[in-house]
């Protein structure tokens, strides 16, 4: 390794504090040139706050930044990209009705007296793009090309402007696996010019699989920095969490009891008027969690949306312990006893201009409990909240504190307790675990195996085999709108691999194995 | 005011999140101001920018704005005006007050709609409906007694704004309508719907014998006026229509605070999805939300009428502003009841300080009418690009990236909760 040549960027004791909460406590961290140092942590960990501070996006309370050895001041990102310095965000900067090329020349255009060479700048793209394997067409619109592609785009926008230091903040988090395989090959070859990257990461497999060393950040503190050589997955979780983390939760087999969930031949179209799910019909009974497996925009959506309340079916009907819900909106299949851990917390699941105490009360607050005669008890809403915070152990704020505030794995934490503190009969967890660490990861699977052993029944949509293996009592998969197959948990990845893409339906056989 | 000022600094932390976008270094340095500092500053940089105006046109802007100051009456206040200068100083705090209530009352119609994530332009035509029904109910039924007739007047009224403001939620909840379109739209079937009404042969033109060449409504009935608290009632003296707006503040307040509405009125607001998904109907919110917008600007119409207009005149309903100055109100107090009243009150104040009739003759009054408009506009512009207020008043320093919003989000989402 190149430990012992000079590091072109050091971080020293930096400190970053937000009202009262500590987001980088003394936080050291050094890059040498040609590594990909990882920087890793549960949500909320302080990851990307320290990578803000010094993209010069937050000006740090104390610590100091050394660049090539000497002190620099960070007040802006311009001054940051001077420095050398690029930054590939988590969503994209990118102007979409742009091409390529204009994207990557935007601010720092080649041509004379304000007239654009574009020619110029395409042949600058062209010959970066080819250095470092970074395949892009630099006359395409951005909003046609594919996400990896618009990744590759930020990662010659900051080479365009001769980064040095390349921060990779959550790059796989949007990527389909054949992508960052793509992206670890790019990373090798910026590696072997020189470049310095920072690589930030929740995810144990990659960082072991692309890191040359790892530092592991806890509640904003350094925790140690460790070479990957050595690493393992449940060393890092255990750094990452600061206890045994159990990768796979226990669970005893399931006590099916009576169905509370009912599909029977459901029909949904989506917003565009096209059927997305084709006679569905399947049970959920109590006591069990189901998985719906399938890869993404199968219809999981719309089933769930119908289910839910959010969508009306086309036809056939939903029966939530033997009451029809089918078409009567929200509110009906609340009083039936859905509760639903929508997919996108951020979008659907929270008000994050709201007081986590508004936050959970979304759910229940026409209750008499929360509210009467128009009239919010604010009291009440506020108790439970002080109650289910404890319960949930979400961090980082009180009743009062506003969800924005929250990190993501904390805001999906109060996502699932407000759901299931709703007291469901049936629970649908859509994708409950995305973009969460394993000590969440962990803690809303748990909560979940409790509620099916309360004699709740669980419907898990998941794209995550991983996901539905460690929880699924059956497995039923979903290509195309229909449920193609049903499995029992210990079928293999490749079986449902098959018939999630649409492979050899030998659904009557499996499903009587089942 | 205790309740006002808490839902004050509960607006204050709401923007204060929603700023959490932004980089933590403004956020923090916005949270220090809690909310309330960024208001008054834009004022004063606003009366700045018009005194640089007065200068410009070689008057001298000292001058100007003392004598507007004292045009507002609020040298009352001081002790040791006394004599006539201190009746004249009563009287003129008189108007103040009296164009402060129905300005508190279209700026909360406006703050009411902004809380819900809707923009009401409508609040002309609100108030102009409440007007026209207002000043029919208030010249008819005499007889009736007092109190009812009044109560009668400022409820029909209410509900006359309420049903005006309303179809502009009918048409966003079942086509989608913008709100900003059709308000707009239905201002100008009010005024025009109040002109019809009033017009020489109209169907409520006056009945009064001397009237029949003036477009005109019939006048109120002694009964319906309110009662003058402060000042002579045949002067335009101080009625009592501003304890309903006081009154009325604190509803607001409660509403947005307190009821199931104001809550699902927030929380469509903000994010309409999440609303949905906890079974919220977006559409039956924003409704109910333009009706009470509606209802508040009905109302501040009825207490101008039963207060001291007492009749209308076509030219009035052509010529009131008060639609926009109620957005400005609303803008400047943050959409809170508390700052919609200091607002409103300001406002007043600068209305009557630089009427006609209180300018000292040495200063072109033109100019100084005109002065009320530009510190309007300038209110209007800093209040809408708040970011640029931070950085002239945080000395040049770089606030620029808080115009960029994405790479905020990313930061906020983990780094401001680590």
């Known amino acids: ?514 | 005011m205790s309740l006002l000022k808490e839902e004050l600094e509960a607006e204050a932390g709401e923007s204060g999140a929603a700023a959490a976008r932004s980089p933590a270094s403004l956020t923090a340095f916005r949270r220090g101001l809690s909310g309330v500092t960024v208001p008054i500053l834009t004022a004063v940089l606003a009366f700045i920018g018009g005194g640089l105006i007065v200068l410009a046109t070689g008057h001298d802007p000292l001058t100007t704005y003392s004598s507007i100051f004292n045009g507002t009456g609020l040298n009352w206040l001081f002790p040791w005006v006394s004599g006539s200068e201190r009746a004249t100083a009563a009287g003129n705090l008189q108007q103040t007050l009296i164009q402060a209530t129905p300005l508190l009352l279209v700026g909360l119609a406006v703050a009411f709609a902004f809380r819900a994530g809707l923009f009401n332009i409508g609040g002309q035509g609100q108030y102009t409906l409440g007007g026209i029904v207002a000043v029919w109910v208030g010249s008819s039924f005499s007889g009736m007694p007092a109190v009812l007739h009044i109560t009668f007047a400022i409820v029909a009224a209410a509900a006359a704004g309420a049903a005006w403001g309303g179809i502009a939620g009918v048409l966003k909840a079942t086509t989608g309508a913008n709100e900003v379109i059709t308000t707009i739209m239905l201002n100008w079937a009010a005024i025009w719907f109040g002109v019809y009404c009033f017009q020489l042969g109209g169907p409520l033109h006056s009945s009064a014998k001397d009237m029949t060449t003036t477009p005109v409504s019939n006048t109120v009935v002694a009964g319906a006026k309110l009662p003058v608290f402060w000042g002579s009632s045949t002067l335009q003296g101080l009625d009592v229509g501003i304890f309903i707006a006081i009154g009325l503040a604190f509803v607001f307040a409660i509403l947005i605070k307190r009821t199931r509405l104001g809550y699902e009125a927030r929380a469509v607001g903000f994010n309409p999805d999440a609303a949905e998904s906890a079974g919220m109907n977006a559409g039956r919110t924003w409704l109910r939300v333009m009706m009470i917008c509606g209802a508040f600007a009905g109302i501040a119409a009825s207490l101008d009428i039963l207060g001291w207009k007492f009749d209308l005149f076509t030219n009035d309903i052509q010529a009131s502003q008060i639609g926009a100055y109620g957005i400005a109100v609303a803008l400047l107090g943050r959409n809170t009841a508390g700052g919609t009243a200091v607002a409103a009150l300001l406002f007043g104040a600068l209305l009557t300080g630089t009427s006609n009739r209180n300018i000292n003759l040495s200063i072109d009054p033109t100019l100084v009418q005109y002065l009320t408009f530009m510190i309007e506009g300038l209110i209007v512009l800093l209040v809408s690009t708040d970011v640029l207020t931070l950085r002239l008043i945080r000395g040049g320093q770089r606030v620029g990236l808080a115009l960029r919003r994405r790479p905020a989000e990313t930061g906020a989402e983990k780094g401001g909760g680590a």
């Open chain 1, 1 to 514: 390794m190149q430990q012992s040549a000079p590091p072109v960027l050091e971080l020293k004791g930096v400190t970053k504090k937000f009202g009262s909460v500590v987001a980088n406590d003394r936080v050291d961290f050094d890059l040498v040139s040609g590594e990909v140092h990882a920087l890793l942590g549960e949500n909320g960990a302080g990851k990307s706050t320290l990578m803000s501070v010094l993209y010069g996006l937050y000006s740090p309370d104390s610590g100091e930044i050394l660049v090539d050895g000497s002190p620099v001041q960070i007040d802006s990102p311009s001054a940051a990209i001077k420095l050398g310095i690029g930054m590939v965000h988590q969503h994209f900067m990118l102007i979409d009705v742009m091409t390529v090329a204009e994207n990557i020349v935007l601010g720092q255009e080649p041509g004379r007296g304000g007239v654009l060479d574009m020619k110029a700048a395409r042949a600058r793209v062209r010959e970066l793009s080819d250095r470092y394997g970074l395949a892009v067409e630099p006359d395409a619109r951005i909003e046609n090309i594919t996400v990896g592609a618009q990744q590759r785009v930020e990662i010659l926008k900051a080479l365009y402007r001769n980064a040095r230091i390349l921060v990779l903040d959550e790059p796989t988090a949007v990527l389909t696996a054949q992508e960052a395989r793509g992206l670890t090959g790019v990373l090798n070859r910026l590696k072997a010019d020189g470049t310095a990257i920072v690589f930030i990461s929740h995810k144990l497999g990659e960082v072991l699989e692309v890191a040359d060393r790892i530092t592991v950040l806890r509640r904003g503190k350094k925790v140690e920095t460790v070479p990957r050589r050595g690493a393992t997955e449940r060393s890092l979780a255990r750094l990452v969490v600061g206890r045994d983390v159990l990768l796979a939760v226990e669970k005893t087999p399931g006590k099916p009891d009576r169905p509370l969930l009912e599909v029977s031949d459901l029909h949904v179209r989506d917003d565009r008027g096209l059927e997305q799910v084709s006679g569905v019909s399947f049970t959920v009974r109590g006591g069990e969690i189901v998985a719906l497996a399938g890869v993404d925009g199968n219809g999981q959506q719309e089933l769930v949306d119908a289910i839910a309340g959010l969508r009306a079916p086309e036809s056939g009907s939903v029966t939530v312990d033997g009451r029809e819900i089918g078409g009567g909106g929200v509110r009906a299949a609340t009083r039936a006893g859905v509760a639903h851990i929508a997919q996108d917390r951020q979008q659907r699941g929270l008000v994050l201009p709201f007081t986590l105490a508004e936050n959970l009360a979304l759910r229940e607050y026409r209750a008499p409990r929360f509210s009467a005669w128009g009239w919010l008890r604010l009291g009440a809403i506020k108790e439970r909240a002080r109650t289910l915070l404890k319960e949930y152990d979400v961090r980082g704020g009180g009743p009062e504190t506003y969800a924005a505030a929250l990190s993501g794995g904390n805001q999906q934490k109060v996502c699932v307790a407000r759901e299931i503190a709703s007291d469901p009969k049936l629970l649908i967890a859509h994708q409950p675990t995305r973009g969460l660490d394993v000590g969440a990861i962990e803690f809303v699977h748990s909560r979940l195996i409790a509620e099916r052993d309360r004699g709740r029944a669980v419907l898990l949509v998941s794209l995550e085999y991983e996901e539905v293996k460690a929880l699924a009592d059956r497995i039923l998969v979903i290509y195309e709108g229909k449920i193609v197959g049903e499995f029992s948990p210990d079928a293999s990845e490749e079986e449902l691999g098959i018939a999630m893409t649409g492979g050899s339906r030998q659904t009557e056989e499996v499903a009587g194995a089942g």
